[in-house]
């Protein structure tokens, strides 16, 4: 039983930290409890993003509808996230310092599906699902050398801006956020925000904990417009029912 535990303990530390822990009883070691609580929140992340895009996914199914969904920003989105866990996972880095973008990438890449469905036609769905696959393959499977995907990314950050804020600028020209997900969105700052420290801690991988710096920022402005536009798609058409279009009314009142 002992074995087994110490196996299990092994999953969240390395021999070090555990011989600290639970030989020398040494339970305050800073940097044992700075890796265990990155570990214990590197795979708590993971855990989160089974489910981080499904009420998007299942609200988009319930309502038969990506209206308000910028397909060029779900793109953008995939490419990046597509990036990131190949780069990750070619460079031999943790799991659990990466492996919800694999989640993540399998969630976004249904979404285009869906949008690309609901907004244009099954055949280009299907045919954007083929390709998808088959350069996650090639990018994974062993055709494309480390030195091209970190200079892929390198590309992450502005691409990752553009996608959100392209999105951004829709809920702003649209005057509300349409079919986004507020628990989506809400679980994806959260996310980025701790992969920061996640990042710090298990990878030292500058590029990586700019990344999440700026995906953190880019979460946070969709955040903010959801609580800006709250309940504006609940309000009766006809009745100057956006923000923006009663400021809009208002000044050419004025």
Known sequence: MTDYAKKFMLLLMNEKCYDNYFVDFDLLNVDCSKALLSKGLGLGIIAGSVLVKVPQITKILANKSAKGINLFSVCLDLFAITIHMSYSFVSGFPFSSWGDTSFLALQTAIIAFLVLMYNNSLVKAIAFSVVYFAVTYALMGGPTPLEYLLIAQGFNIPILLLGKLSQAYTNYRNGSTGQLSAVTCFMLLAGS???????????????????????????????????????EDTKPRGLGTSKKATKAKAKKSD
């Open 193 to 231: 925000l701790a992969r920061i420290f996640t990042s710090i801690q298990e990878t030292g991988d500058q590029m990586m904990i700019i990344t999440y710096g700026f995906s953190s920022f880019a979460n946070a402005v969709i955040v903010l417009q959801l609580l800006y536009y709250w309940g």
